[in-house]
């Protein structure tokens, strides 16, 4: 398709209507699940604060119940992190994701994994556990008995990156306990993982998600390094944007951008949020000037607070006995109106993080 011409803002808004961020939806949490291409989820709290703030009405019980019927996993995908997966998305992409995950293992324990035989490891240990979900602190001792002289954490992580393993929910306040068991995906979903990598369909949904795009984020988002010839030959299937620098920005052709000036509303993210990691040029959400204010070291990264778009302040929700409070932290000034339109929608989510609390509060702090 020909080029046209798209605006810094424009991306934006696009992408903010994507990410089900200008206007909640009426949506079950497994379709919205399915249109985001997952939750991060290293805190088990995170997905619900990240659809409560997307979806009308939505309720905790809601994702609980699909996580105990399966059709929404948790598992180790994107970037080698935990995320909330639609079950039928998992088993789709899954493989197409493996060279990621298999990549993260060799850089984060080097030799150690080098001197690992990975196909051995895993024929050994996966009858293991297809017998019944175990968690990794009952696996590390049949791991040392089962090759003593290898890295018994590098052995861990191996398990964890190439056999498809889905977390199993509990009886808990957020789905998962801080230990979880793990499951192959054969075991809990009685369905195995299409076994041809398909970064086309990768691709198409992350524009989906995420787009417009330029061609490099959906490596950054997904983990990937060798997309960008598959990005090459998808674009006479694409819609072809030049931005205000000249660059081409891709996006799926039926896809209508919202007007520039369509307004933000204010939104809560919880941390890890999908929104400012999942391309290359994080500006797109995250003002340069508050980057490090977000991105912490440890790879942590706060929870934002946006306003018209871009990520403005921070926020925490703390509890003390009975009371619950949850703190802004602003990046600027705010004016008398602002700050009340933000105590309001942090009042309705500190009341469904800490429902049991018997007061709430909202406090501003000082960057």
Same mark, same amino acid.
């Given at each position: 398709?020909?080029?046209?011409?798209?605006?810094?803002?424009?991306?934006?808004?696009?992408?903010?209507?994507?990410?089900?961020?200008?206007?909640?939806?009426?949506?079950?949490?497994?379709?919205?699940?399915?249109?985001?291409?997952?939750?991060?989820?290293?805190?088990?709290?995170?997905?619900?604060?990240?659809?409560?703030?997307?979806?009308?009405?939505?309720?905790?019980?809601?994702?609980?119940?699909?996580?105990?019927?399966?059709?929404?996993?948790?598992? /180790?995908?994107?970037?080698?992190?935990?995320?909330?997966?639609?079950?039928?998305?998992?088993?789709?992409? +899954?493989?197409?994701?493996?060279?990621?995950?298999?990549?993260?293992?060799?850089?984060?324990?080097?030799?150690?994994?080098?001197?690992?035989?990975?196909?051995?490891?895993?024929?050994?240990?996966?009858?293991?556990?297809?017998? %019944?979900?175990?968690?990794?602190?009952?696996?590390?001792?049949?791991?040392?008995?089962?090759?003593?002289?290898?890295?018994?954490?590098?052995?861990?992580?191996?398990?964890?990156?190439?056999?498809?393993?889905?977390?199993?929910?509990?009886?808990?306040?957020?789905?998962?306990?801080?230990?979880?068991?793990?499951?192959?995906?054969?075991?809990?979903?009685?369905?195995?993982?299409?076994?041809?990598?398909?970064?086309?369909?990768?691709?198409? +949904?992350?524009?989906?998600?995420?787009?417009?795009?330029?061609?490099?984020?959906?490596?950054?988002?997904?983990?990937?390094?060798?997309?960008?010839?598959?990005? $090459?030959?998808?674009?006479?299937?694409?819609?072809?944007?030049?931005?205000?620098?000249?660059?081409?920005?891709?996006?799926?052709?039926?896809?209508?951008?919202?007007? %520039?000036?369509?307004?933000?509303?204010? +939104?809560?993210?919880?941390?890890?949020?999908?929104?400012?990691?999942?391309?290359?040029?994080?500006?797109?959400?995250?003002?340069?000037?508050?980057?490090?204010?977000?991105?912490?070291?440890?790879?942590?990264?706060?929870?934002?607070?946006?306003?018209?778009?871009?990520?403005?302040?921070?926020?925490?929700? $703390? +509890?003390?006995?009975?009371?619950?409070?949850?703190?802004? /932290?602003?990046?600027?000034?705010?004016?008398?109106?602002?700050?009340?339109?933000?105590?309001? %929608?942090?009042?309705?989510?500190?009341?469904?993080?800490? %429902?049991?609390?018997?007061?709430?509060?909202?406090?501003? $702090?000082?960057?």
């Amino acid at each position: 398709m020909s080029p046209s011409a798209i605006t810094r803002r424009q991306i934006n808004r696009a992408t903010l209507a994507r990410q089900l961020l200008l206007d909640r939806v009426d949506w079950t949490p497994l379709e919205a699940i399915h249109q985001l291409l997952g939750l991060q989820a290293q805190v088990p709290r995170e997905p619900y604060i990240g659809l409560w703030s997307r979806l009308t009405n939505f309720r905790r019980e809601d994702l609980t119940q699909l996580l105990d019927q399966r059709a929404v996993v948790r598992a /180790t995908l994107m970037r080698s992190t935990l995320h909330l997966f639609a079950s039928d998305d998992y088993l789709l992409l +899954r493989a197409t994701l493996q060279p990621a995950l298999t990549r993260a293992l060799y850089s984060f324990f080097g030799q150690n994994a080098r001197d690992l035989d990975v196909p051995w490891l895993i024929k050994h240990m996966r009858a293991h556990l297809e017998v %019944e979900p175990h968690t990794f602190t009952d696996l590390r001792p049949v791991l040392t008995n089962l090759d003593p002289d290898s890295d018994t954490e590098a052995m861990a992580y191996a398990l964890r990156t190439h056999v498809p393993l889905v977390q199993v929910p509990a009886a808990s306040k957020w789905g998962y306990p801080n230990n979880p068991a793990f499951a192959t995906v054969e075991a809990w979903l009685g369905a195995s993982i299409d076994p041809d990598a398909n970064p086309r369909a990768l691709i198409l +949904r992350y524009l989906a998600a995420f787009g417009p795009a330029y061609p490099r984020d959906v490596q950054v988002w997904s983990g990937l390094t060798n997309l960008l010839e598959v990005v $090459e030959a998808l674009k006479p299937e694409l819609q072809v944007y030049h931005d205000e620098r000249g660059k081409e920005v891709l996006d799926l052709p039926d896809f209508a951008l919202p007007d %520039e000036d369509i307004p933000a509303p204010i +939104r809560f993210l919880p941390e890890y949020d999908n929104l400012i990691l999942s391309h290359a040029d994080r500006s797109r959400f995250v003002p340069d000037e508050f980057r490090k204010l977000v991105f912490l070291s440890a790879g942590r990264v706060r929870a934002t607070v946006l306003i018209d778009g871009m990520v403005a302040g921070t926020w925490k929700a $703390e +509890r003390l006995k009975d009371a619950a409070a949850l703190v802004i /932290t602003p990046f600027a000034p705010l004016s008398a109106e602002l700050q009340a339109s933000l105590a309001d %929608e942090a009042r309705r989510l500190i009341r469904f993080i800490e %429902e049991d609390a018997a007061t709430v509060d909202v406090r501003f $702090e000082s960057a």
